[in-house]
């Protein structure tokens, strides 16, 4: 029953921000973790960042932290990805996922095998 819808993708140039959202719904999530991933054209998909839905502590891996914000609004039922500074080679799909056993593995889940549920993905394309 849990959904998870991403939007918010789209073309932007070089240097431009974009504010992703995921909509969840079919659960309360307490105890959950909320994580964002991408795949590029013929990439591994990738982690970004994953947050504590009720805490809001956040995780970020490294190639992204200096540019990307997690954040989540419990009240709207919405996580969301701030990219900033964006470059052509952050485009890709982008997923939001939930894990519903938050572990050690749960901030470095390589693919996110252990992650419970996805959404669709949403396009990001960065042109130079």
């Known amino acids: 029953q849990v959904q998870l819808v991403e939007s918010g993708g789209g073309l932007v140039q070089a240097g431009d921000s974009l504010k992703l959202s995921c909509a969840v719904s079919g659960g309360t999530f307490s105890g959950y973790a909320l994580g964002w991933f991408r795949q590029a054209p013929g990439k591994d998909r990738e982690f970004l960042a994953v947050?504590?839905?009720?805490?809001?502590?956040?995780y970020y891996t490294d190639s992204v932290k200096d540019r990307f914000t997690i954040s989540r609004d419990r009240g709207k039922n919405t996580l969301y990805l701030q990219m900033n500074s964006l470059k052509p080679e952050d485009t890709a799909v982008y997923y939001c996922?939930?894990?519903?056993?938050?572990?050690?593995?749960?901030?470095?889940?390589?693919?996110?095998?252990?992650?419970?549920?996805w959404g669709q993905g949403t396009q990001v394309t960065v042109s130079s």
């Open positions: 947050i504590n839905w009720i805490s809001g502590s956040t």
């Open positions: 996922a939930a894990d519903s056993t938050i572990t050690v593995a749960t901030i470095n889940p390589g693919q996110g095998n252990e992650y419970d549920y």
